[in-house]
């Protein structure tokens, strides 16, 4: 009896345990398939496509290990829901944009006006370039906030895009006659719809003089360089002289001019022999080695501009930046004048393009974000400010 008992509850504990294992395998099943339906593979493709996009990943992104290791750790059941393979990544970033694309059209269909802006915030701040209408529009939006109880000072909140600033100081150094010039180039600029620095810029070179020569140097090199473009014949033959391309200047921007006018002094020789080659049309453009003078203390002056612009421009620049890199030009202005001021064409210029810095740097005071950024800044904080 004691053995028939002994084997009978061996065999009752084998059918619990059996029962009991297959209810946990059953149970794991369930859970599993509950974690299965809580992935929605469309939502993690697109997430993930986002990702790729917006911080321009490579598209291999979704085969790294790393990522789907982070995935698996929040949801172990979710091995199939990253694109295998790279080469579909392309598919899915057209399809994924067409998708938006169409949603906004859809939202601008049914919108109160067919006019849209696109604006740069930056926690409440209106970030633009230095047009009068971009004040008239904060004034505007005031107007509306006041009208929901929301107090929002347009003044305070305008913050000034650098790159128009520095710009638009630029172009005052390299053209304006005087600081006469720069009012009325800014006070026709306000005035009309067109881009503003292309107006400023164009105005800037029409207060100096009515053709290229008369402004110099300059206007020298910019009618060499157009001479050399106007046949592929002649853009040939300097490029068989020079092994290298002089490129052409751009109305708008000042840095067109400060590529051409390096690589000019770099092609100094080239440039004097194929003005020999050909003096009967080059005649009244050729540079003399007062010119070539001129011209590198000219291309020393932007150098700082130059490098303030690339810092302050793209993804990773910040409003802490601005006020900085403004302080660094304005020390630049001060040594500058000091150091040519036995050059009276050149010391004439740097205080022309002073003024015209002046006029939107002193508006900083207007608003305190650019304080605050530099605060909240670990390196600069309230020391920075106290000292400048």
């Known amino acids: 009896d004691g053995a028939v008992k002994r084997k009978a509850s061996e065999s009752l504990e084998a059918i619990w345990d059996r029962v009991g294992q297959e209810k946990r395998v059953k149970q794991k099943e369930q859970k599993e398939e509950v974690l299965r339906d809580a992935v929605d593979k469309r939502t993690v493709t ?117 790159g128009h600033v520095v710009n638009l100081a630029v172009q005052a150094f390299l053209f304006a006659k005087n600081q006469d010039a720069v009012d009325y180039a800014v006070e026709q600029a306000n005035t009309k719809d067109d881009d503003f620095d292309e107006t400023v810029a164009s105005k800037l070179h029409k207060a100096e003089a009515a053709g290229w020569r ?72 050729a540079l003399s080695f007062d010119d070539w003078r001129f011209l590198e203390l000219t291309a020393q002056f932007p150098q700082p501009f130059h490098r303030v612009t690339k810092e302050t421009e793209g993804d990773f620049a910040t409003l802490d930046m601005a006020l900085f890199t403004m302080d660094v030009l304005v020390q630049h202005f001060k040594k500058s004048q000091s150091r040519y001021a036995a050059n009276q064409a050149l010391s004439s210029s740097i205080l022309t393009g002073w003024y015209a810095f002046g006029k939107w740097y002193n508006k900083s005071d207007e608003t305190a974000v650019y304080a605050a950024a530099l605060i909240l800044n670990p390196q600069r904080k309230m020391q920075y400010i106290k000292k400048n």
Not at 271 to 276: K, P, V
Request: glycine letters at 4%.
């Open 214 to 285: 008369e402004i110099g140097p300059l206007g020298k090199i910019h009618n060499f360089a157009a001479f050399v473009r106007s046949s592929d014949a002649l853009h040939q033959a300097f490029l068989t002289l020079a092994s290298k391309t002089l490129g052409l200047d751009n109305d708008t921007r000042w840095n067109s001019w400060f590529r051409l006018l390096t690589k000019a002094l770099e092609l100094r020789s080239a440039i004097n022999e194929f003005t020999a080659i050909h003096l009967s049309k080059l005649q009244d453009d």
């Open 46 to 162: 697109e997430a993930v496509v986002r990702l790729i996009a917006l911080h321009n990943l490579p598209h291999n992104a979704v085969e790294w290990p790393a990522l789907r290791a982070l995935i698996l750790t929040v949801n172990y059941t979710a091995t199939n829901v990253l694109p295998q393979s790279h080469t579909t990544v392309p598919a899915i970033l057209k399809r994924s944009f067409l998708l938006h694309k169409d949603l906004l059209k859809r939202r601008m269909q049914v919108s109160l006006s067919k006019i849209h802006f696109t604006i740069d915030m930056w926690i409440g701040y209106f970030v633009g370039d230095k047009h009068t209408s971009n004040d008239k529009m904060c004034r505007c939006i005031s107007t509306a906030l006041a009208a929901k109880g929301i107090e929002w000072d347009p003044i305070h909140h305008r913050v000034r895009c650098n």
